[in-house]
């Protein structure tokens, strides 16, 4: 594979920030610093005036998930390529807890139906359900770290598919297995009982905008204090994902006074989005679990990013097309889920550019470091250091342009950011040395995506 020298780009990772240039050699960093010589054969890239960064981590995405009598529509060669667009070289998607299976054949299926599709890599969080839970899990989650996956999901909702833990001590137990183990409990937050106790006294209809009422935000926070509660009598720490609201935020905050670890992760959509989408003639496109909140939440939300509160952003892509999304007006039928990967780093770009206390370096730090050290694949991924994966971005931060459903890769047809003026575009993706993406052309191959293992 011949080298590749990208001179002048202002290189950032967690550790430097400064003017430099990257050389690339048999897929890994070779050297970075000032002034590097290029030899003949390398493909030498000037990047002046533009960020060189570690490839992008979509800590939470469901490729080709398979789920309430359908799938979602971006496969894994489609998922990989809208990826690659917006700058991410690895994925963390999930393993569902398959009934019938324990969790390493489970996790055993989830690899299997990724590796001759995905065209980046990618690791899994582990799905653990009620429906499977049984009095093995302490070894199948020793079996599980052993065949590198150290990361699990969780749900405090979806009784009607199984997912849902109800027993109190299973959870207990699951804690504390994972504290045993050194493995990272994931959290999707919504109490269930509340959301049950709402929908029986409802009154209303169920059009797409009754979801935000269905699934209140105070679903979100008690949820959250529910697990917050068995995490910290397990002495564990905790991992929240997709945050939506204030409320949510002030029962993570209220947790970390107690003294808990709590990571939390929330997206560009609760950035945002606001509830106002769920009315009109589109209002099932923008249907998701948790729902769209309140102007005061994106603000809540944001307030919190620059704060420092909030370790990961990712985007539960989770996408449909129209034609499936607009197949039901119904909140309780509509396929939940929206796209978001290819949008997620030019969004947060045009959102640091509006708050210039925030720098690149956070930036990166959510979207790419903090992800890889969490999840156990730093610094092979989320850092540009000498004889780590060339995973690298080359980022223009200077084009404004329009997102619309024509200039995006989904397989959705739509984005839910149609409108949104943005600043920067990714110029140039490199997965392991090979260039993916450049200029707008895509060179990805399926199958050549590899499973990265968590240590
Ligand atoms: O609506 C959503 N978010 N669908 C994906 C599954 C989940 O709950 O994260
Ligand atoms: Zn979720
Ligand atoms: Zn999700």
Redesign the pocket.
């Known amino acids: 594979m011949s080298r590749i020298l990208i001179r002048n780009g202002i290189v950032t990772d967690d550790r430097i920030s400064e003017k430099a240039d990257v050389l690339i050699s048999d897929g890994k960093i070779e050297a970075v610093g000032p002034c590097i010589e290029a030899c003949d054969g390398d493909k030498v890239i000037d990047a002046s005036g533009m960020y060189v960064l570690p490839g992008l981590i979509d800590a939470?995405t469901?490729y080709h998930?398979v789920?309430r009598g359908t799938v979602t529509c971006d496969s894994f060669p489609e998922g990989s390529r809208l990826a690659v667009f917006g700058g991410v070289t690895t994925v963390v998607d999930f393993a569902d807890h398959n009934k019938g299976q324990d969790l390493l054949q489970s996790l055993d299926y989830r690899k299997d139906e990724m590796k001759d599709g995905m065209a980046i890599d990618y690791t899994l969080h582990q799905g653990v359900y009620g429906h499977g839970y049984n009095n093995t899990i302490g070894s199948q989650l020793e079996k599980l770290k052993a065949k590198g996956v150290k990361t699990l999901k969780i749900?405090t909702t979806?009784r009607n598919t199984g997912y849902l833990i109800e027993n109190r001590d299973d959870l207990l137990d699951l804690f504390k297995n994972a504290r045993r183990l050194g493995m990272l409990v994931t959290a999707?937050c919504e109490f269930n009982p509340m959301i049950e106790e709402i929908s029986a006294n409802w009154k209303g209809d169920f059009s797409p905008a009754s979801h935000a009422l269905l699934r209140p935000a105070e679903a979100e926070g008690k949820a959250i204090e529910l697990f917050g509660g068995i995490a910290l009598e397990a002495d564990c720490p905790l991992y929240v994902?997709?945050c939506s609201s204030e409320c949510g935020l002030n029962a993570i905050r209220e947790l970390r006074r107690k003294g808990l670890m709590v990571y939390a992760e929330t997206t560009p959509h609760y950035m945002f989005l606001d509830r106002s989408k769920l009315s009109g003639k589109d209002a099932s496109l923008y249907?998701?679990?948790?729902p769209l909140r309140e102007k005061s939440d994106n603000k809540a939300i944001q307030d919190g990013i620059l704060g420092g509160e909030f370790q990961v952003v990712a985007t539960?892509h989770?996408a449909f097309t129209r034609e499936q999304k607009l197949s039901s007006s119904d909140c309780r039928t509509i396929y939940?889920?929206?796209p978001g990967t290819e949008e997620m780093f030019v969004l947060l770009n045009t959102f640091r550019d509006d708050h210039p206390q925030m720098t690149m370096q956070e930036l990166v730090g959510l979207v790419s470091t903090n992800p890889a050290k969490l999840f156990g694949i730093y610094p092979e991924k989320g850092s540009l250091e000498v004889g780590t994966d060339a995973d690298v971005v080359i980022f223009d931060p200077s084009p404004r342009w329009t997102l619309s459903d024509d200039n995006v890769h989904s397989a959705s047809d739509y984005t839910p950011y149609r409108g949104f003026g943005v600043h920067g575009k990714v110029r140039t993706t490199i997965l392991r040395g090979k260039v993916i993406m450049d200029d707008g052309k895509y060179y990805g191959v399926p199958g050549e995506g590899r499973f990265i293992e968590q240590h």
């Not at 249907?287 to 948790?290: G, N």
């Open positions: 939470h469901h998930l789920s749900f979806y999707h994902v997709h249907v998701m679990t948790p539960d989770c939940p889920g929206i």
